[in-house]
Every structure is written in C-alpha cells, then in structure tokens.
C-alpha cells in the first residue's frame, strides 16, 4: 500500500511570507496528487490537484509542483493570510480500475500570525 | 444542493452500547467511505463502498459495519462501542470519471465520545 510522510507537521509563518509543504509517497503508480485543507472543527476540502502529466498548477496564490522522480509534490502558499492557518493533508494515489480508497498524510498544521 | 450530510453531530455513548452513524449524499456518487480522525494521525479509511450492495474493508475496520443498500446511504454502525472509538468520523463520496480519479467530498463530521 501507500506510504505518506508530509513535512513539516508544524509550519509557523509570519502574514505575508511563504509556506511550503512536501509530501512524499511509496507507491511509484501514483499520478494523483491532490491537497485539501481543514479549518478547525471543519471538514476536509480540495483546494487544489495536480495529474502526473503536469509538472506544476498555479491558482492564485497556492500552487503545487511535482516530482515524479524522487516520488514528492509540494504545496505552496505564497502572500499567506491569517484565513490559511488550517490543517493541509496530502492524498496522492495511483489510476486503478475506479474505486477510490484515499490514503492521507498525517497533516501539517499550518499558523499564519498577523 | 447539500452535498454530504451526516447525523449525528455530536454524540455521547456508554462503553458497550451501540449506535449508527448516517451519511446520505445527494450527488449520485458510486463511490462513499468512512474516515477516522485521531490527533496527530491524519485520516484514516474505514470502510468504502464502490456502489449499491458493495463493501469493503479499509485500513481500521475492527469494531464498525457498513452496509451500502441505496446510492444515496452508507451507515456506519458501532456494535458495541469502545473507548478506543472515541474520535471525530467522516463520511465522504467521489464518483466515477472513468479510470481518472476525482476529488473526494467529505460531511462535516461526527465528533464521537466513548466513556
């Protein structure tokens, strides 16, 4: 099965810096590579995903890179804002024959003082 | 358009009773699983479903049954509960775009304690 590391497990950033955040995975069939982010008491959602035929996807100011080589994908916030601080959990996973059993990294949590 | 919706919020259960938790989506998804969240230990899959009248397990399973009988419903049952069960549970769906996978859609939890 799937491995997942994320680091860091804590991320303290000041308004306005960068936050990167590294997954890394076993299983070399993955070529689906999404982030969700959970605010506290909240519930997990999507913010952005990434297909191995892409090396890099930008949406505003989050964007996430991929190394399919070395088996990693990054998640990075740039201009970070209070409102980011949340709990951001990787997901990779391969193609298959269509059912879906995400296994997720254990979480960074990400505090952006103002 | 609600989505995932789970029943309950809350809850409170004496070791060794039993109890269901819902989820219902109206999405018309194939695909529904559970989810544990423990401090520190990330998501961790339960059981899924693949469609109607499919189950199967997933990487914490012991202690927990499902059953898949509509497209809408994936109950998640507790037999007879633990302290161990204590935790936050959520149910999500994704469906099917041929072999390509899909984002997940998560209900907003069911915070679960077990004394």
């Known amino acids: 099965g799937e491995n997942v590391e994320q680091h860091p497990s804590t991320l303290s950033v000041q308004e306005g810096d960068s936050a990167v955040i590294k997954c890394t995975y076993s299983d070399s069939a993955s070529n689906y590579f999404p982030w969700y982010k959970q605010e506290l008491g909240k519930r997990p959602q999507l913010i952005i995903d990434i297909r191995s035929n892409v090396g890099e996807k930008k949406d505003q100011r989050i964007a996430v890179t991929l190394n399919k080589t070395a088996k990693h994908f990054s998640l990075h916030i740039t201009e970070t804002q209070p409102e980011d601080s949340a709990v951001y959990f990787c997901?990779?996973?391969?193609?298959?024959?269509?059912?879906?059993?995400?296994?997720f990294g254990t979480g960074t949590r990400l505090l952006v003082s103002p | 358009n609600a989505g995932v919706t789970q029943t309950p919020k809350f809850q409170v259960l004496k070791t060794g009773q039993s109890m269901t938790l819902q989820c219902a989506q109206d999405?018309?998804?194939?695909?529904m699983s559970w989810y544990r969240q423990d401090p520190g230990m990330g998501l961790r899959l339960i059981h899924y479903s693949v469609g109607a009248g499919i189950t199967d397990q997933g990487e914490v399973p012991n202690g927990y049954n499902v059953s898949r009988s509509t497209t809408e419903d994936f109950p998640l049952r507790l037999l007879s509960a633990a302290p161990s069960q204590t935790s936050v549970y959520f149910c999500?769906?994704?469906?099917?775009?041929?072999?390509?996978?899909?984002?997940?859609?998560f209900g907003q939890g069911t915070r679960l304690t077990v004394v």
């Open positions: 997901a990779p996973k391969p193609e298959n024959t269509g059912f879906q059993k995400l296994v």
């Open positions: 999500a769906s994704s469906y099917s775009a041929g072999r390509m996978n899909t984002e997940a859609f």
């Open positions: 999405m018309n998804h194939e695909y």
